[in-house]
Structures are given as structure tokens and as C-alpha cells.
Antibody, heavy 115, light 107 residues
Framework: QGQLVQSGAEVGKPGASVTVSCKVS????????IHWVRQAPGQGLEWMGC????????KYAEKFKGRVTLTRDTSITTAYMAISSLTSDDTAVYFC????????WGQGTLVIVSS | DIQMTQSPSTLTASVGDRVNITCRAG??????LAWYQQKPGKAPKLLIY???NLDNGVPSRFGGSGSGTEFTLTISALQPDDFATYYC?????????FGQGTKLEIK
């Protein structure tokens, strides 16, 4: 099975950074990549990147390279998505998901960028 | 990148109708395609994986077909709960990509 529980809503100022966490349970953390997807208000789904919890290897969509950092802490089975240099375009709901083409998603975390 | 072009963007239909949503890929790939349903304020729900496999608990009125560059989601007889937004998603190669979505509205 599996459960992914994300951290609560965040408000970040333009130019600042925010970090969203994704705590997993119910399965072996290292067995499945964790993917991050975001959705701006009224817009579609956008794949951001993924991390291999086993090795820490990451893949990023080109537009997020250098501004998004995916990490994990295997001791507490938690994945993290940090985004820096925030702009209003980063206001969105951020989701984590277990594996590719997955039925297991976190509940989403709203990030609002506002001064 | 594999671009996914979904059509139509909006679909208006009635309860009981049969509808098709199409996704065209910018290049061919081996059926690593999923279909998701999303309702406002909720995470996407997996309907179909590997292009044609119904996920556990998904009603049999949903079906997926296609291969290569053209994929279709079919809902055989719309129910009130089906009015939502649908996305195709390729997970064949990085960067993974989604279609732009199809909003299914009630007539």
C-alpha cells in the first residue's frame, strides 16, 4: 500500500525559498522514486522532477534545474522539495507521488508567493 | 521532451453518453501512459496505467487504448461523478510530461 503525507501550506516572499516535505509510510521507502508535480491555480499538472530514495540521484525538468532541489532523509522516510528565488509564478499546489504512473499521491501543499 | 497534446480541451456531454478523450505524443513510446481524473482541490486519481490497464477499483466504464503516438480514454456511459478534468501522462522518458487536460462538463 502506501501513504504520503505532505507538510502544510506555506507563504513565501518573492526571492525567498520554501521547502515542502513528503512523509511516506506503509512501504519500503527506498523501493520507489518520489516524483514532484505542481499545479498553478486553474492550470494543468506539471512534472518537476524525481529522486531515487535509495541513491539520492535526481532528475529535474529543465525549467527547474538550479532552482529546485530534491532531497531525502531515509532515517525518517521523508522526501523534500526546496524551491528558491520564488516569484508569483511559483504560487501553486505541490504534490509528491510514489513511483511512475502512480496511484499514490500526497494530499498536496499550497505554496503562496506574496510580499 | 515528449510533448503530449490532449483533445478536446473542454467536452460537454450528458449522463449516459459515451465520450472519448485523445492524447497525441510528439514521438512514439512503449505504452508508458497513464490517465488521471482530477476534481477541484484533490490530488489526481489514477484511472489507467500502461495505456490500457484499469487501476484497482476503477469502474469498468473507463477504458484506455492506443499505442505509439495516439492514446484514447473512453468513458462508455457517463455518470454524474465523472464530470471532472482528465489528464494523460507519459512516464516513458524524462522529463515526464502531462497533457494540458480535458475538462468534462455536464450538458
Amino acid at each position: 500500500q502506501g501513504q504520503l503525507v505532505q507538510s502544510g501550506a506555506e507563504v513565501g516572499k518573492p526571492g525567498a525559498s520554501v521547502t515542502v516535505s513528503c512523509k511516506v509510510s506503509g512501504y519500503t521507502f527506498s523501493d520507489f522514486y518520489i516524483h514532484w508535480v505542481r499545479q498553478a491555480p486553474g492550470q494543468g499538472l506539471e512534472w518537476m522532477g524525481c529522486i531515487d530514495p535509495n541513491s539520492g540521484d535526481t532528475k529535474y525538468a529543465e525549467k527547474f534545474k538550479g532552482r529546485v532541489t530534491l532531497t531525502r532523509d531515509t532515517s525518517i522516510t521523508t522526501a523534500y522539495m526546496a524551491i528558491s528565488s520564488l516569484t508569483s509564478d511559483d504560487t501553486a499546489v505541490y504534490f509528491c507521488a510514489r513511483g511512475s504512473g502512480s496511484r499514490w499521491w500526497g494530499q498536496g501543499t499550497l505554496v503562496i508567493v506574496s510580499s | 521532451d515528449i510533448q503530449m497534446t490532449q483533445s478536446p480541451s473542454t467536452l460537454t456531454a450528458s449522463v449516459g453518453d459515451r465520450v472519448n478523450i485523445t492524447c497525441r505524443a510528439g514521438q512514439s513510446f512503449d505504452n508508458w501512459l497513464a490517465w488521471y481524473q482530477q476534481k477541484p482541490g484533490k490530488a489526481p486519481k489514477l484511472l489507467i496505467y500502461r495505456a490500457s490497464n484499469l487501476d484497482n477499483g476503477v469502474p469498468s466504464r473507463f477504458g484506455g487504448s492506443g499505442s505509439g503516438t495516439e492514446f484514447t480514454l473512453t468513458i462508455s456511459a457517463l455518470q454524474p461523478d465523472d464530470f471532472a478534468t482528465y489528464y494523460c501522462h507519459q512516464y516513458h522518458s524524462y522529463p515526464y510530461t502531462f497533457g494540458q487536460g480535458t475538462k468534462l462538463e455536464i450538458k
